[in-house]
């Protein structure tokens, strides 16, 4: 059953031991806001991004450039940035307007939806051990 979600708290246990084979953002280069993000974990991709205090996350389709970006946005590969590609998640959690992504070897993602609908950013990134 494919996992759709709209939470302003959750944990999803069905991402824990999941391998990320690909990992990546949209980010504004003028802003530095990220959002959506794109996993391939198992074979599927799961697109997710915060908004209003709120995780919407589901499977679906892989990045589109001609559909995710706009002018001054671009994709950041965090798999490459946090040294998680091939590693499998260890914890994914959501609460208090804040998106946790850790990885078993170390990992760590943390990203906050700013007051009055500024946007999303990232508070912590923590890269995996190698």
Request: glycine share 10%; aromatic share 8%; with cysteine.
């Amino acid at each position: 059953m494919p996992i759709r979600l709209q939470h302003e708290a959750a944990k999803l246990h069905e991402l824990s031991g999941a391998t990320c084979s690909m990992f990546c953002a949209i980010e504004n280069a003028e802003t530095g806001f990220v959002g959506p993000l794109y996993l391939k974990a198992d074979n599927r991709w799961h697109r997710f991004y915060l908004d209003a205090g709120l995780l919407f996350w589901e499977e679906g389709p892989e990045p589109d450039p001609v559909e995710d970006l706009l002018e001054g946005e671009r994709y950041v590969d965090l798999g490459v940035v946090l040294g998680v590609t091939g590693q499998r998640l260890a914890d994914v959690e959501m609460s208090n307007s804040q998106l946790r992504i850790e990885f078993r070897e170390g990992a760590r993602l943390l990203l906050e939806h700013g007051p009055r609908d500024q946007g999303t950013r990232v508070v912590e990134r923590t890269r995996g051990k190698t």
